[in-house]
């Protein structure tokens, strides 16, 4: 059984940087046509693509979100993470972290989720 659990402070002061992290158990970050994203989801808003990193490390991000946005993994800890730069109480949301099976494939979908992390901008 494939499990994502996000981990993190829930409150960040502003213009401070946010970090995540995504521990998986039961399945490998390193596995090919796989990939693993961030989205968030403000209050009230829809869900919003942060970025990911690939089976080979390789990353990609939101281009609005591109210059804030930094996604990175510990493969011997089965983790990856997310930091974001320079916060605002506009990036208050709650962030998730999930795979994406068949990745680069006409298959492609977003099979497993993290339950979800409250994180709150505010001084």
């Known amino acids: 059984q494939v499990q994502l659990q996000e981990s993190g402070p829930g409150l960040v002061k502003p213009s401070q940087t946010l970090s995540l992290t995504c521990t998986v158990s039961?399945?490998?970050?390193?596995?090919?046509?796989?990939?693993w994203s961030w989205s968030r989801q403000p209050p009230g808003k829809g869900l919003e693509w942060m970025g990911l990193?690939?089976?080979?490390?390789?990353?990609w991000y939101n281009p609005s979100l591109k210059s804030r946005t930094s996604i990175s993994r510990d493969t011997s800890k089965s983790q990856f993470s997310l930091q974001l730069s320079s916060v605002t109480p506009d990036d208050t949301a709650v962030y998730y972290c999930?795979?994406?099976?068949?990745?680069?494939?006409?298959?492609?979908?977003?099979?497993?989720w993290g339950k979800g992390t409250l994180v709150t901008v505010s001084s």
């Open positions: 990193i690939g089976d080979d490390g390789r990353t």
């Open positions: 039961g399945a490998s970050l390193t596995t090919r046509y796989t990939a």
């Open positions: 999930y795979r994406i099976a068949a990745w680069g494939t006409i298959a492609s979908m977003e099979d497993y």
